[in-house]
Nanobody, 119 residues
Framework: QVQLVESGGGLVQAGGSLRLSCAAS????????MNWYRQAPGKQRELVAS???????NYADSVKGRFTISRDNAKKMVSLQMNSLKPDDTAVYYC?????????????WGQGTLVTVSP
């Protein structure tokens, strides 16, 4: 069974920084894109940042220049460095990945980690 486990959420003041991490475990042959999504109260889940297995990154306009996604393929981990945080960044952040495992490809989600940015 493939799992993604996030860590690093918490409470921070506006202007502060947090680093989220996500580790994949289980029988994994390869991982395609790794992504961070977020869902704020009353809003739809949105893609925040993505990174391909080759390191190509993409960001939502709302976080460009403030957030940086990175991955360690050997450790099967993806991280999200969040700087200059704003109250609008408050949300549950989810790790997501396309994983090749026994039986084929799976889209896997983590359980989510809460980020709260106070004014």
């Amino acid at each position: 069974q493939v799992q993604l486990v996030e860590s690093g959420g918490g409470l921070v003041q506006a202007g502060g920084s947090l680093r989220l991490s996500c580790a994949a475990s289980g029988i994994i042959f390869s991982i395609n894109a790794m992504n961070w999504y977020r869902q704020a109260p009353g809003k739809q889940r949105e893609l925040v940042a993505s990174i391909t297995s080759g390191g190509i990154t993409n960001y939502a306009d709302s976080v460009k220049g403030r957030f940086t996604i990175s991955r360690d393929n050997a450790k099967k981990m993806v991280s999200l460095q969040m700087n200059s945080l704003k109250p609008d960044d408050t949300a549950v952040y989810y790790c997501n990945a396309g994983v090749k495992t026994v039986g084929g490809y799976l889209e896997v989600w983590g359980q989510g980690t809460l980020v709260t940015v106070s004014p």
